[in-house]
């Protein structure tokens, strides 16, 4: 039976309040067996620990970050409670940080500084990023060689770039990670770079609760669809889903340390 890692979302959102135990029960009922529970922001890393603390039976895990768009909330640096909290052992990884000139909801310089900072506490716990990055390829690459994010590996999560973007992050050591827009009929170019790249480089993610796979379009997001963007991937390398759910669980077990069982 194939079994499937979300190795990106974000369950203590609010959209999940009024039935957080039904979404976890149909991934569980799609043998998404392993989670990892994104923050965003200081307030938001401490509800994704809470929720992996109380909820967790060892198929959650934590990440902790400042995303780009709250850069501006750490301009004094990453509060001292998201570094505390990126040393507790349910917390795997280190983000969501990173570069969004798409947005640019922080000013870029802004990013750039809180971004840096977040591969140097990775470094320090010796845990992984998870990495956002929209139209800021060229700019999130240098801040990660400059920054020797290489010591300490991370993820590129819903991929959104092309195949040399894609290989420079692999060059250094990074997973790419693809979402629903894999799905999408207009992505075709997006499912040629998936196939052109190494397989046990990549993962699978929802990124709920937004970016909901082809099916389900429009509606709220959730880990239990992660299986739409794997089939995706697998019919893109014409391969078969229990072939792609294997590797790829061994990938994110690599990648975040969670052990292979
Ligand atoms: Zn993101
Ligand atoms: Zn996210």
Redesign the pocket.
């Known amino acids: 039976m194939p079994r499937f890692v979300d190795s ?3 369950l203590a959102m609010e959209e999940f309040a009024p039935d957080l135990p039904e979404v976890l029960a149909r991934a569980a009922g799609a043998e998404v067996e392993r989670i990892l529970v ?1 923050g ?1 922001d200081e307030e938001g890393s401490a509800d994704a620990l809470e929720l992996v603390r109380s909820k967790g039976d060892g198929r959650l895990f934590a990440a902790v970050g400042i ?1 780009p768009h709250e850069s501006s909330s750490a301009l004094s640096g990453i509060p001292g409670s998201v570094k505390r909290m990126a040393r507790s052992p349910e917390v795997t990884a280190v983000g ?1 940080t990173g570069l969004d000139f798409f947005y640019d909801h922080s000013p870029r310089d802004v990013q750039v500084r809180v971004f840096s900072e977040h591969v140097a506490l990775a470094r320090e716990v010796k845990k992984p990023l ?1 990495v ?1 990055v929209r139209d800021a390829y060229p700019e999130a690459l240098e801040v990660l060689k400059r920054e020797r994010a290489d010591e300490c590996g991370g993820v590129i ?2 991929f959104s770039g092309n195949l040399e973007e894609a290989a420079a992050a692999i060059d250094l050591g990074f997973f790419i990670s693809f979402a629903g827009p894999l799905t999408f009929p207009r992505n075709a170019a997006l499912r040629e770079t998936a196939a052109a790249l190494p397989l046990e480089r990549l993962l699978c993610e929802t ?1 709920a609760p ?1 970016l909901s796979p082809q099916p389900r379009r429009g509606r709220r997001n959730e880990p239990s669809h992660v299986t739409f963007v794997y089939r995706a991937l697998a019919d893109a390398r014409g391969i078969s889903l229990e072939e792609c759910s294997r590797v790829l669980w061994s990938n994110a077990s690599r990648l975040f340390r969670w052990g292979a069982e």
């Open positions: 990106h979302c974000h994104v965003s995303h969501e998870v956002h999560h819903c990124d937004y």
